[in-house]
């Protein structure tokens, strides 16, 4: 491989943001992501409503070394489990789901990089990662029969690839240092290029315009014949063509991100029965905490909350068995694909549930536009349309019923 070129990649790394820390363990990421949540939960609510992109929020976050926790162990990260990255991204969803999903794409892409990275790109870019810089994304593509009828090219020039096509839900990118884009070569192989901001022909246009998740800039990236060097060029088909985890790994985090939200509608919820909320005239209590059908619904939701995290560190625990395992059979990677479906289904309802429920059990005056609360459900139900959860059903009845295993691909 030749050698990566620094020069043309400096560009990326701001001159004002520090090196980032190097979280060591599962116990320090965790402790860390309680400890940046707290930071990032103020102001949450009037990033939102104003829609003020986070950009000193995301330096934080990288800075904090939360970005590099999956960085194997053999090239100096923390290698933390499923189960304890699935909760950093549940505590900082519940902080701020817009900032628990900016690192989705990217957990993902590391994970790319350890599966099908040659020995120096995965010294290169783990380096790059552990010293804070983060990747956005440049996968799906509007106007096209499905998720995966791509129209973006890559093609292989000498050293380098050609890269030429639009991009949107390109969460991340607006912030990123390196835009990972997904192209089909002349075979219809799909290969995913690096390329590092400011690079000639990248485009990121801010023009996410989603009433949820609003500062995720998940907007446009065009690319027009960017050329990029081979180093800088993965073969992403290899993470579906053979059997691997990627698919279970980028879905249970974007189930954690689900479940952080439904958190902080819960959250919300108790705290403004609590403090603001009136009894119905008919309970015939005093206080709206003692109103029998309100106490009914707050169990309710814990109980469908509780239900959903349980099935979470459950997948989370199933992948990290199949992970410790010499190698990945596909018998392994339908059931990571099962345990992490179901976990999904029960995220996804609790999230739109409980950010319904808030208006219903908080009253009226929850509705004023000072509270900013319908933002629960706004992220809840632009996040929750990643991928239908219907199917999440169909695959794990298919399983079950049929033998069928899921199709591999980053949606299951």
Do not use: C
Request: hydrophobic content about 45%; glycine content about 8%; overall charge negative.
């Amino acid at each position: 491989m030749a050698e990566v070129d620094e020069a043309a990649t400096s560009n990326a790394f701001d001159a004002n943001r520090q090196t980032a820390r190097v979280i060591a363990d599962d116990a320090q990421a965790i402790a860390v992501a309680h400890e940046l949540a707290a930071r990032l939960a103020q102001g949450a609510a009037a990033r939102d409503s104003q829609r003020r992109l986070p950009h000193e929020e995301i330096d934080w976050f990288s800075q904090s070394g939360l970005w590099a926790i999956t960085v194997p162990k053999a090239y100096g990260g923390a290698g933390v489990s499923f189960v304890t990255l699935t909760e950093v991204v549940k505590v900082i969803a519940a902080a701020d789901p817009s900032l628990g999903q900016l690192p989705q794409n990217h957990f993902g892409l590391v994970d790319v990089i350890a599966l099908t990275g040659s020995g120096e790109q995965k010294r290169y870019f783990f380096g790059e990662v552990l010293a804070g810089k983060r990747f956005g994304n440049g996968f799906s593509e509007k106007g096209t029969k499905h998720v995966l009828d791509l129209k973006t090219t890559v093609s292989r020039e000498a050293d380098e690839y050609i890269v030429h096509g639009t991009k949107f839900y390109s969460t991340g990118a607006l912030f990123a240092d390196f835009v990972p884009v997904l192209g089909l070569d002349a075979d219809r192989k799909g290969w995913l290029a690096y390329i590092p901001k400011g690079t000639p022909g990248l485009s990121v246009i801010d023009d996410w315009s989603g009433f949820g998740q609003r500062t995720t800039a998940s907007g446009t990236v065009v690319l027009d014949n960017v050329r990029v060097p081979a180093p800088l060029v993965l073969p992403a088909h290899r993470v579906s063509d053979f059997p691997t985890l990627n698919g279970p790994v980028s879905q249970i985090i974007q189930a954690a991100i689900d479940a952080g939200i439904a958190r902080a509608a819960i959250d919300d919820t108790l705290s403004f029965v609590r403090s603001r909320s009136r009894p119905w005239i008919d309970s015939g209590v005093e206080r709206a905490v003692d109103d029998p059908l309100t106490v009914r619904e707050i169990g309710h939701l814990h109980i469908q909350l509780h239900a959903a995290e349980a099935l979470l560190e459950r997948a989370a625990r199933v992948i990290d068995a199949l992970a410790a395992q010499p190698q990945t059979s596909e018998d392994d990677v339908a059931q990571a694909s099962v345990a992490v479906g179901e976990a999904k289904v029960l995220t996804t309802e609790i999230a739109l549930l409980a950010s319904e429920k808030l208006f219903e059990l908080a009253g009226t005056q929850s509705t004023l536009g000072e509270h900013n609360l319908d933002r629960h459900w706004r992220n809840a139900r632009v996040h929750t349309l990643h991928d239908p959860v219907r199917w999440k059903y169909h695959l794990v009845g298919n399983y079950y019923l049929n033998g069928v295993k899921p199709a591999r691909h980053p949606w299951n």
